[in-house]
């Protein structure tokens, strides 16, 4: 894709439009009504949804921040009162790359060492790449279209879905009010994906979406709404499974994901921000009667990450299925987990978490498992298990569990131990270099979840651990 | 924060309490310390999730039921050879100068609000020690309470290769109708290869706030555990804390408890591994019924200097009632990676084959499930090795059964 054709895109309108408002910004300090109403004007919204990110602004000024946890992760950094004025500079700097060898050093590198083929390579470095993750999308679009499936990107559902939009968009998974950041998110959100799948509708390939990040200057507040239907089997990936340049330091996202009756949903991501961010999500999906839910995630990037993708179990005989890895290296602080609340009979969970820690890193397991009065015969399992490489490391574990019904199935169980040196020895003797034998040993620790993952998302899982661990063994 | 005990306390009421326990200036002046700091300390930590707290202590109203200079109580003390175990004034007699050293070096007399109240007003309580080398049999200390506050202190010196089991009964008399407030510190020292067991066995009446911490350091070599049983009061806020300060030192808490009723018990066990080759085992059994809660906190941290760490941890909550609410959270605090760790927490009802399989051999329902709980404590009592103790529990957990 030339530069000419970039000239083209609307994208590059609004960005000369904003650089125009640009002034005005400066002159406010942290986030304004006029703030939220440039970014609706700039996207020609409806007034219904102006007005929830007005009140989402008043929520999220009235909110704490979530500083006083046990163990939580250090926000002291995260000023909101800076974060947005921050959106335009950033929105020239990312209009600056789009070239591949203008990003960061570190960041070219670990492509490279992915090994991602050089037309996805390209795809990551610039609106070009963009173009090309939609060609992908466009072609299976046909297909899906037939069906009634729509996938597109949330501000577009805005303007061509708003009876299902306005029904769905955070209020009944992720009010703005849940929580400061998802308030925050309530009021500058930009972008992300809107997935609707048909009643009945099998949509057999996953639907794999990578965020507009390089075309749209708020790329960091994406908003994802699934509706799958009832019947409907769909399952998501959620691209971010590469490092972004950004000059950005706080990711806050949004995802909303309704499992109708007997509707099965999968939603996975591996998620590798750079390691300035603060990636303070909230995800959560609310379960049918019958209907499954799947979380996949392996966290491996970030400063610190605060996100506990949570599913309500609504419906008699629901299920959710949480499967995490979390990786914290160097001046990392993964702070993660799993929420399920059990609001209705006959409700299975299981929740089965994998940390690794190395390098003075810290992974946190937080959850929490709520079993309802009434939920009688549910069931859940959770399982932790923490493995450490080294004695500046640490690994937590903070599930909590709420019950308030007798006939229920509760189990937590939690190891941590470090790698062992018999199994290490034992690969050694068989041949295996240090670093080798301990790759194998995390590979075999993970593979609940990367067996979990569509092959080439596990290669990637696989190859990011290799990185993180490449050259600090032995 | 509350204030409201505050209100109703004087400097010298606090002094009236230490003058009649015949202490020495530094004793008082801990005390009036504890006294001036109240206005500043928070209520003990509960566990809290966004949106909510588990306990509510501070809805409290300790103004109505703690009187300074009310307290009565009865007091039995069965000591063993070679043991002293002595009230206040004797102690502070006998041992002026260890008491001195060791008063407040466990528990931090102004660790939380509850705790420095403890400190200020306490006039109950017993000194145990046991010198260099003495291994002593059972010390059995029995208290009941005739007041409305009671607030008992004790201190337990175990020297260098010394060994102690003590075994601690707490229950009501009949003296005082309505609300009552009961707290109690434990500060427990286990010198080089020595051992402290302490058990405790709360059966305090079902009108009564119950406030304990117990807490003990191991040194090299040494062993602390605790029993920690759990029956009576109305609300029971309680910690039982070791901290594996010595290398190869050992830790063991182990709980029961059985709510009934709309009691309320919110219990939380914590070890804390300071050193290398330390060993902690937290294993607490439950069973609740009617509209009785429990919250549980476990927590296992293990230092940046422990290495070859081993820390396992359980919690099995029974619920006989819809009604009842189970919340757990068993914490890994983990920084050194030489570790191996574990923690479990399950919660259930009365197993229904097992029920099945039990009525099917003619055992009448009732029967049969009162059975089966009482086999649901078994794997706790098996940890109690003073059989005195575990016959004790046992009973009580037998009699409300089948009330």
New interface residues.
């Given amino acids: 894709m030339s530069s000419e054709d970039l000239q083209d895109t609307n994208t590059e309108k609004r960005f000369e439009f904003k650089k125009e408002e640009k002034s005005a910004f400066e002159a406010e300090k942290g986030l304004t009504e006029e703030t939220i109403r440039v970014i609706s004007e700039d996207k020609d919204e409806p007034e219904w949804m102006l007005e929830r990110r007005l009140r989402a602004l008043e929520q999220f000024k009235e909110m704490p921040m979530?500083d006083d946890?046990?163990?939580a992760p250090d926000l002291s950094e995260v000023d909101v009162d800076q974060i947005v004025p921050y959106i335009r500079p950033d929105i020239e700097t990312r209009g600056g790359v789009d070239d591949w060898n203008d990003l960061p050093e570190e960041i070219q590198d670990t492509f490279d060492k992915l090994g991602i083929p050089e037309a996805e390579k390209n795809a990551l470095s610039g609106v070009g790449a963009q173009y090309e993750s939609e060609i992908v999308y466009q072609n299976m679009q046909e297909r899906w279209e037939e069906k009634g499936v729509i996938f597109c990107d949330m501000d577009k559902a805005v303007q061509e879905h708003p009876e299902i939009v306005r029904e769905y968009f955070m209020t009944k998974a992720v009010p703005p009010s849940d929580?400061k950041f998802a308030a925050l998110h309530g009021a500058i959100w930009s972008g992300g994906s809107f997935v609707y799948v048909p009643e009945d509708t099998t949509v057999d390939m996953p639907v794999q979406a990578y965020f507009r990040m390089n075309s749209d200057g708020m790329g960091q507040f994406e908003h994802t709404l699934i509706v799958a239907e009832e019947g409907s089997e769909v399952h998501y990936i959620e691209g971010c499974s590469a490092p972004k340049y950004s000059e950005f330091n706080l990711h806050s996202g949004g995802v909303e994901v309704f499992v109708k009756e007997g509707a099965h949903v999968q939603y996975s991501t591996v998620q590798n921000w750079s390691k300035n961010t603060y990636n303070l999500n909230t995800k959560r999906a609310i379960a049918e009667a019958d209907a499954t839910m799947e979380w996949v995630s392996g966290s491996m990037g970030s400063k610190a990450t605060m996100l506990y993708p949570s599913t309500v179990l609504k419906g008699p005989g629901a299920t959710d299925n949480h499967i995490t890895i979390a990786f914290a290296g160097e001046g990392q602080d993964i702070d993660t987990g799993a929420k399920v609340y059990h609001n209705a009979p006959d409700t299975k969970s299981t929740i089965e978490s994998k940390s690794i820690s190395k390098d003075g890193g810290r992974t946190n397991y937080r959850g929490?498992v709520h079993?309802a009065?009434g939920a009688t015969d549910s069931s859940t399992s959770v399982e932790c298990d923490?493995l450490?490489?080294?004695?500046d490391?640490?690994?937590?574990?903070?599930?909590?569990?709420?019950?308030?019904?007798?006939?229920?199935?509760?189990?937590?169980?939690?190891?941590?131990?470090?790698?062992g040196d018999e199994d290490v020895f034992y690969l050694q003797s068989r041949g295996l270099d240090d670093d080798d034998a301990k790759q194998m040993i995390v590979a075999g620790f993970i593979e609940p979840i990367t067996e979990e993952l569509p092959i080439e998302y596990a290669v990637e899982l696989n190859r990011l651990i290799e990185l993180e661990m490449e050259g600090s063994l032995g | 924060m509350s204030t409201q005990v505050h209100a109703n306390l004087t400097e010298e009421q606090v002094t009236e309490i230490s003058d009649q326990l015949g202490e020495p200036e530094w004793l008082l002046e801990t005390r009036l310390e504890a006294l001036d700091a109240l206005g500043d300390l928070d209520m003990p930590e509960v566990?809290?999730?966004?949106g909510r707290d588990w306990t509510n202590l501070d809805a409290l109203d300790y103004e109505s039921f703690v009187d300074p200079l009310e307290f009565a109580q009865e007091k039995d003390r069965v000591d063993a050879e070679g043991v002293d175990v002595l009230a206040w004034t004797e102690a502070l007699e006998a041992h002026g100068d260890l008491i001195e050293e060791q008063f407040g070096a466990v528990v931090d007399p102004q660790r939380d609000y509850l705790t420095a109240l403890s400190t200020a007003l306490f006039s109950a309580g017993t000194v145990v020690y046991v010198p260099e080398g003495v291994v002593a049999d059972e010390v059995t200390i029995r208290t009941r309470m005739n007041s409305r506050a009671l607030f008992n202190y004790t201190l337990v010196v175990a020297e260098d290769n010394a060994s102690v089991t003590i075994l601690e009964r707490q229950s009501t008399g009949d003296d005082v109708a309505g609300e009552r407030y009961y707290s109690g510190v434990v500060e427990a020292t286990a010198g080089e290869n020595a051992s402290v067991q302490y058990g405790t066995l709360q059966d305090l009446s079902e009108e009564t706030y119950n406030y304990q911490v117990k807490r003990g350091h191991a040194g090299r070599y040494g062993t602390v555990n605790w029993i920690e049983g759990n029956l009576g009061s109305r609300l029971t806020k309680t910690a039982v804390e070791t901290r594996l300060v010595g290398e190869s030192s050992e830790s063991k808490i182990v709980g029961a408890f059985f709510g009934h009723g709309d009691q309320h018990f919110d219990l939380a066990s914590r070890v804390w591994h300071e050193n290398e080759h330390t060993t902690a085992d937290l294993v607490t059994r439950g069973v609740l019924d009617d509209s009785a809660r429990s919250v549980y906190e476990g927590v296992q941290n293990?230092g940046?200097e422990a290495?070859d760490t081993n820390s396992y941890q359980r919690e099995n909550?029974l619920?006989?009632?819809?009604?009842?609410?189970?919340?757990?959270?068993?914490?890994?605090?983990?920084?050194?990676?030489?570790?191996?760790?574990?923690?479990?927490?399950?919660?259930?009802?009365v197993d229904k084959e097992d029920l099945f399989y039990m009525t099917s051999r003619s055992v009448p329902p009732q029967q049969a499930t009162n059975m089966l709980v009482e086999g649901f404590f078994v794997p706790v009592l098996e940890e109690i090795e003073v059989e005195e103790f575990r016959e004790d529990l046992e009973g009580r957990v037998a009699e409300r059964l089948r009330q």
């Fill in positions: 979530p946890w046990p163990a929580n929490l079993m009065d923490a450490m490489f080294d004695n490391s640490t690994s937590d574990t903070m599930p909590y569990m709420e019950i308030q019904e007798q006939n229920v199935d509760v189990a937590h169980e939690a190891t941590v131990g470090k790698i | 566990i809290r999730t966004p293990v940046r290495w909550t619920m006989l009632s819809d009604d009842s609410e189970a919340d757990a959270s068993p914490k890994l605090i983990i920084n050194n990676h030489d570790t191996e760790a574990s923690h479990s927490a399950t919660v259930g009802q």
